[in-house]
């Protein structure tokens, strides 16, 4: 009889160690599946901020062609638009001879800023009829500012003649 209580101890003992290292599995099954939703969370996230970041990068790839098709078209345009001005400066000069210019050459002083040309019409034959102050234009340019500001005192008959006497002592200038 001791020995049918001795088993049933035992047979007791044995349930409740099966009881508790099945309760203590399904807590480690709980404990996994919370830990892999933990890692796919993580996973999922990571390959959002992947993606995000891929779709950076692509972005920044663009922006940077755009800004070397923009820095390369500013350059053309820059060079062209230095052309035209080298090309004006010349034309500027060679105006007078140019077979449109109704002027005698030889009348002609070149100033370039703030206007181009003042023809002394006359001046070559000893006697100047008349002054014209000319702007010399290519292409669609426009007269600036400063150029109108000049052209509108002329208009307006705010033109005058001086004469500035300097004594020419060289004693004076050290």
Request: proline share 2%; hydrophobic share 45%.
């Amino acid at each position: 009889m001791n020995a049918l209580l001795l088993l049933g101890a035992l047979s007791s003992i044995l349930i409740l160690i099966i009881l508790i290292l099945y309760f203590e599995l399904q807590s480690l099954r709980k404990k996994l599946l919370a830990k892999e939703f933990q890692i796919q969370e993580t996973l999922q996230r990571a390959s959002s901020t992947f993606s995000e970041a891929m779709a950076m990068r692509e972005e920044a790839q663009r922006m940077k062609e755009d800004l070397e098709r923009r820095v390369d078209e500013a350059r053309r345009e820059s060079v062209q638009k230095s052309k035209e001005v080298v090309a004006g400066k010349v034309t500027e000069q060679l105006a007078p001879f140019f077979p449109n210019f109704k002027y005698n050459p030889r009348d002609v002083r070149f100033i370039g800023t703030p206007i181009d040309l003042v023809v002394f019409n006359g001046l070559d034959s000893g006697k100047v009829e008349s002054i014209v102050f000319m702007e010399i234009k290519t292409g669609n340019s426009r007269m600036t500012e400063r150029e109108r500001s000049v052209k509108e005192a002329i208009d307006a008959s705010r033109v005058s003649f001086e004469i500035l006497r300097i004594d020419s002592t060289l004693d004076q200038v050290e």
